[in-house]
Each structure stands twice: as C-alpha cells, then as structure tokens.
C-alpha cells in the first residue's frame, strides 16, 4: 500500500493570496498524481493529472509540480470560488489511494 | 453531455445487503474502466473498486474485500456495486467515477448516500 502525506490540513488564506498544498508519497509514483477540488455537498471535480496536466476548463492559476514522492498543488491568486477542499490521489498502484484532504477556509 | 447517475442508496440494517447502480450517458461506456468511491460523513474520499472496460481486471480495497461485488452492463451503460454483510462503518456518500484516459477520475456522479444503522 501506498501511504499519502497531505499537508496542511487545515489552511486559512485571504482572496488574492498564494497558496501551497504538499502531498507526498511513501514510495515512489512517477507522476501518476491527480489533484481535486471538492465544494460541500458536491461530488468532486479533478483538477490536475499527471502530476502537473491541468484538466481542461480549469483555471491557469492552478498548477501542479512534483514527480516521484514529493508532490505540490499551487494556488497563484485564491480567488472567492476556490475556498474548498483539496484531495490527492495515487494511480500508479493499487489500491489507490487519497490523501487526507485540504481545507482551504477564508481567514 | 457526460453523465453519471448514482442510484440505490438508502437506510439498511447491519448484515444487510444493499445494491447500488450507476447509469452512464454521453460517452462510449463500454471503452472506460469504472470505479466505485465513497466518502463517510465529514471524512475524506476512499477507494472503494475498479473495473476494466471488458471487466477482465476487478479490485478492491481490503476494506470491502470478500463483501462487495463490482460489475458492469456495457449492453445498458451501467455500472453495480453489489455490497453484502453491510457494516456500520459502510456508512458513505458512494459515487461511481470514470477513469480519466490520461489518469485521474472524471467524471464523478453526484453520489447516493448509504446509512448502515440498527
């Protein structure tokens, strides 16, 4: 099995901050990474895979980085819409695996 | 438009069995691997099972192993997670997900709740 380190879990940020989410792998994944973004009440939507491919139709001020066990979800410009919680998930084994989830609360 | 739609959810006893389906529109059904994911209130996202598109490959958590059955219609579009011996800790919001050509799951239906309760 394949352990997932999200941190923080918790965040607080204001609208126009930079933010960062680390997600980071007990071994090894390549850049079998996707990152999702999910709102109360709602089934969550995949943001980025590969590690660093931005899904189509999501904003450019998402961006991915990382390969093998250290990963990183970027938020340039936190804008009203992206307070939410953010998951990682592994596809390079199974089972597959989530990370604990993010937080993203307005401070 | 690329759809999924979770159904069979609902309040069953411990022991119990319960049968959820996924109707799949928008997309040829028959070329995707499906998953199950599930999601018990207030936690994060686990998940559940994976099928191939010919469902040559099936797997599953240690969670549910021995107790779920994931299969799928690809003549109907639709996608089953037969759940027995139900556990209170079964409880969770389930979706069904396609698995993304490129990795990831997208889409995600918009889930059906199972509560496991005496």
């Known amino acids: 099995v394949i352990w997932m380190t999200q941190s923080p879990s918790l965040l607080s940020a204001s609208t126009g901050d930079r933010v960062t989410i680390s997600c980071r792998m007990s071994?090894?994944?390549?850049?079998?990474l996707a990152w999702y973004q999910q709102k109360p009440g709602k089934a969550p939507e995949l943001l980025i895979y590969?590690?660093?491919t931005l899904q189509s139709g999501v904003p450019s001020r998402f961006s991915g980085s990382g390969s093998g066990t250290d990963f990183t979800l970027t938020i340039s410009c936190l804008q009203s819409e992206d307070f939410a919680t953010y998951y990682c998930?592994?596809?390079?084994?199974?089972?597959?695996?989530f990370g604990q989830g993010t937080k993203v609360e307005i401070k | 438009e690329v759809q999924l739609v979770e159904s069979g959810g609902g309040l069953v006893k411990p022991g119990g069995s319960l049968r959820l389906s996924c109707a799949a529109s928008?997309?040829?059904?028959?070329?995707?691997?499906m998953n199950w994911v599930r999601q018990a209130p207030g936690k994060g996202l686990e998940w559940v099972s994976s099928?191939?598109?010919?469902?040559?490959?099936?797997y599953y958590a240690d969670s549910v192993k021995g107790r779920f059955t994931i299969s799928r219609d690809n003549a109907k579009n639709s996608l089953y997670l037969q759940m027995n011996s139900l556990r209170a800790e079964d409880t969770a919001v389930y979706y069904c997900?396609?698995?993304?050509?490129?990795?990831?799951?997208?889409?995600w239906g918009q889930g059906t709740l199972v509560t496991v309760s005496s």
């Open positions: 997900a396609r698995t993304a050509v490129a990795g990831g799951f997208d889409p």
């Open positions: 071994q090894g994944i390549s850049s079998y």
């Open positions: 928008g997309f040829t059904f028959s070329s995707y691997s």
């Open positions: 998930q592994q596809y390079y084994s199974f089972p597959w695996t």
């Open positions: 590969a590690a660093s």
């Open positions: 099928i191939s598109s010919s469902s040559s490959y099936i």
